[in-house]
């Protein structure tokens, strides 16, 4: 039997939607301004969206560039977090470039990277893994750095090479802090994602958008970023339920819909 708390907490992102999307009615009814559509509105265009196939087609082109970039940062960022996490040196070497790539929003890239590669896929594909990067290396660093000593010590006196440790020791108790990392990179990917997609404009869901605005189909406009916005929750959903399976061993962590940074 699902208990009276389990039923609130599964219902509170639904209400809050809902919640949302009256007040979005409500703001939209009294300003009656033509490029602010009604909630309705918006929501009625949804289906001329995903029921013509070029827009699905476009929408496939941004989820597969968003999961190539994602895969990429998660494969180079979590190696060079846990080893910036355990060792001075590769952290002192690579701490200042991270400090300098931070702060930069991505988006302020597009134009010096379209210079480099052009308006292509490896444009975008290039912001979504710096985009995912910096979160991934910080959250792997960070639980690579927490590690206890005594493991590694006991590692070392079994006869585990430093490769070893890293892998059989120090992989899995920052697997928790790691999984944090990639839940907020895995936002940051779909935000970058429709960001550089509207600036190299040529297909994707970002690329329906911006048109969209340009034509002046405000519903259309709202409609998409109903479709992006339900993406992300869809994406965060079965991350989540990953994550809770890979680390079912670690103390249990309040349960929030989307993650930020």
Known sequence: MISPAAV???????LACIGLLAAWQVASLGL???????ALEAIRAVPDILGDKESLINILASLRRMA?????????????????????AVASFFNPLLMVIYPVPKAALMPII????????????????????????YHSFE??????????????????????????????????????GC???LVL????????EMIARQSGAGNILFNALDMGQYDTVYAMIIVVGAMGICLDAVFERVRAGLVRWSEPQFDMPLSFS
């Open 32 to 38: 009656k301004n033509d490029s602010f559509p009604t």
């Open 114 to 137: 379209m210079l480099w590669l052009g308006v292509g896929e490896a444009t975008k594909i290039l912001v979504i893994f710096l985009g995912v990067s910096l979160p991934v290396i």
């Open 189 to 196: 990917a779909l935000i970058t994602m429709i960001t550089s």
């Open 8 to 14: 609130a907490r599964r219902a509170a992102p639904v």
């Open 183 to 185: 839940r907020t990179g």
């Open 68 to 88: 190539i970039g994602f895969g990429i940062a998660v494969l180079v960022s979590i190696p060079l977090g846990l080893l910036m996490g355990r060792s001075r």
């Open 143 to 180: 639980g690579a750095k927490a590690v206890e000593e005594k493991m590694l010590w006991s590692g070392a006196a079994m006869g585990l090479s430093a490769l070893q440790r890293l892998v059989r020791i120090v992989l899995p108790a920052a697997l928790p802090e790691i999984l944090t």
